[in-house]
């Protein structure tokens, strides 16, 4: 109720980025035509991974902010509606690039061909090489010709801003 009032996420996050917020692992991202949950695992280029241990420690990551290249592991929950999960869905990892007027170009690093998910369900294993931002495209049109589009933002590295919002109230986070 205190982060409807303030127009935050639980994690302090713009409601306009994540508008149902930040629950579990989970940012829930809502568009015209659906609503997915997105969660991302992250494990650090330094780690090494040694003989004995059981499974690789991702850590759970909030909303698609990374601290620094590496691996990253997404799970898509194709929550609504449920016709999505019979529409062929592509997904797509691109780079921005700032250009000199403000405005952002976008640089494919990989594609995965449209199929349909009956499951519900999307995971991907990809890695970022370079800090900076990217966004996750997830994109198909029905048989009805309704066009379905998400895209997931992602952050690689933190701005120094990021540090000083963690200490503010999240009152104040919007406004730095």
Not at 6 to 19: A, H, K, N
Not at 49 to 64: A, F, H, K, L, M
Not at 79 to 93: N, Q
């Amino acid at each position: 109720m205190f982060g409807a009032l303030l127009q935050v996420s639980s994690q302090g996050d713009s409601s306009e980025t994540y508008p149902k917020g930040f629950r579990g692992t989970t940012c829930t991202i809502e568009t015209d035509t659906l609503t997915i949950g997105y969660s991302s695992y992250y494990l650090s280029d330094d780690y090494e991974v040694s003989e004995d241990e059981p499974r690789t420690p991702y850590i759970p990551v909030q909303c698609g902010k990374i601290p620094q290249p590496g691996t990253l592991n997404i799970s898509i929950d194709l929550l609504h509606p449920d016709a999505i999960r019979d529409v062929s869905l592509a997904l797509r990892l691109v780079k921005l690039t700032l250009l000199e007027d403000q405005n952002h170009e976008e640089h494919e690093i990989f594609s995965i061909p449209a199929r349909t998910h009956p499951s519900g369900v999307i995971t991907q294993v990809f890695r970022l090489d370079e800090i900076g931002n990217y966004y996750v495209y997830l994109d198909g049109k029905s048989a009805d010709n309704i066009h379905y589009l998400a895209r997931v933002p992602i952050t690689v590295g933190h701005d120094w801003r990021d540090n000083v919002r963690n200490f503010l109230p999240p009152l104040f986070r919007k406004y730095l």
